[in-house]
């Protein structure tokens, strides 16, 4: 099993251009999240999916969309990318949205924005 | 005020030392609480559960105290591979992650 899969890795934008990370999971995970990590803060939720057909606002939603796909894949979008956007992005998946349910983090993706 | 606030640290230990990080949360309807453990540059993982009760996993014991609203994390022993970034992770109706205290463990 892979676990939790993030591409790319690595992604420098300029300033107003839009791209698409992806995230795929294989542990049959109903709920899927997306956060960003910056220095000095901790993790904070982009936009989460307790299931497949449903999505949801996290803390910071402001400047992404995202597709629940499948089961499998959660997708995250910028559409016009901002200098405030660079961040480590991290998709996570669970079995289920119950609070007491473990994460499983992805490795995350560096995006740069210049 | 933070939703979650742990001393960022760094801790520097030698190897065996004991060692204890604090976290404390300011939203009282708090339900479960976790440890997860960063290595620089690598995705969290989730080291151990917190229970009222307290709880124990080899070397690592976690403590919660709701009355204070804080969550610790002893290990002892400490090791090299011991390393790393620690968040300490409330849910209340959601999952709200602290920023993280650095270990570093040397020899």
């Known amino acids: 099993n892979a676990g939790v899969t993030q591409t790319p890795k690595f992604q420098v934008l300029k300033t107003g251009q839009s791209m698409t990370l992806q995230c795929a999971q294989d542990?049959?995970?109903?709920?899927m999240y997306w956060y960003r990590q910056d220095p000095g803060m901790g993790l904070r939720l982009i936009y989460y999916s307790a299931s497949e057909g449903t999505t949801d606002k996290g803390e910071v939603p402001n400047g992404y969309n995202v597709s629940r796909l499948n089961k499998r894949e959660f997708s995250l979008r910028l559409e016009s990318a901002a200098p405030s956007q660079t961040s480590v992005y991290f998709c996570?998946?669970?079995?289920?949205?119950?609070?007491?349910?473990?994460?499983?983090f992805g490795p995350g993706t560096r995006l740069t924005v210049l | 005020r933070k939703e979650v606030e742990q001393d960022p640290g760094p801790f520097n230990v030698p190897e065996g030392a004991t060692v204890a990080f604090n976290c404390t949360y300011s939203n009282s309807a708090s339900q479960s609480f976790f440890w997860y453990r960063q290595d620089c540059r690598k995705e969290p993982k989730l080291l151990m559960s917190v229970y009222s009760s307290g709880n124990e996993d080899g070397r690592f014991t976690a403590q919660l105290n709701r009355a204070s609203q804080y969550i610790s994390l002893l290990i002892r022993d400490s090791k090299l591979s011991d390393s790393a970034t620690y968040l300490c992770v409330v849910n209340g109706h959601k999952l709200v992650f602290g920023a993280g205290t650095i270990l570093r463990v040397k020899s």
């Open positions: 996570a998946s669970s079995e289920l949205a119950a609070v007491n349910n473990e994460q499983f």
């Open positions: 542990m049959n995970h109903n709920s």
